[in-house]
């Protein structure tokens, strides 16, 4: 499945943005979605899971209360809303999807196949 991510920009401390992925080629409710983050000098982490067909959730602690994942089959979409957004929340932000015939969710960045090529999301204190 080919994945493009946007909705990234500039925010201030305190703010919200909420990021989009969409997807194209195969169906996108065979694939689990999963969103990681990049920052500047750091490795990738897991940000949000969530299974194939919504049903099931996960996230990494740090966006446990402030980050609500989410994806919509029909339109063959997923996005991430993130709220109360802090300067250490600035990073490069991908959507990445998993083929799976299960409602498991990764939060492994290797269990995932196709990757989007990333937006910035840059919070300002």
């Known amino acids: 499945v080919q994945l493009q991510a946007s909705g990234g920009g500039l925010v201030q401390d305190g703010g919200s943005l909420t990021l989009s992925c969409a997807a194209s080629?195969?169906?996108?409710?065979?694939?689990?979605m999963g969103w990681f983050r990049q920052a500047p000098g750091k490795e990738r982490e897991f940000v949000a899971a969530?299974?194939?067909?919504?049903?099931?959730?996960n996230y990494a602690n740090f966006a446990k209360g402030r980050f609500t994942i989410s994806r919509d089959n029909a339109k063959n979409t997923g996005s991430l809303q993130m709220n109360s957004l802090k300067s250490e929340d600035t990073a490069v932000y991908y959507c990445?999807?998993?083929?799976?015939?299960?409602?498991?969710?990764?939060?492994?960045?290797?269990?995932?196949?196709?990757w989007g090529q990333g937006t910035l999301v840059t919070v300002s204190s």
């Open positions: 969530i299974s194939r067909a919504g049903t099931v959730k």
């Open positions: 990445a999807a998993r083929h799976t015939a299960t409602g498991v969710v990764s939060s492994t960045s290797d269990s995932y196949n196709d």
């Open positions: 080629g195969p169906p996108f409710s065979n694939y689990a």
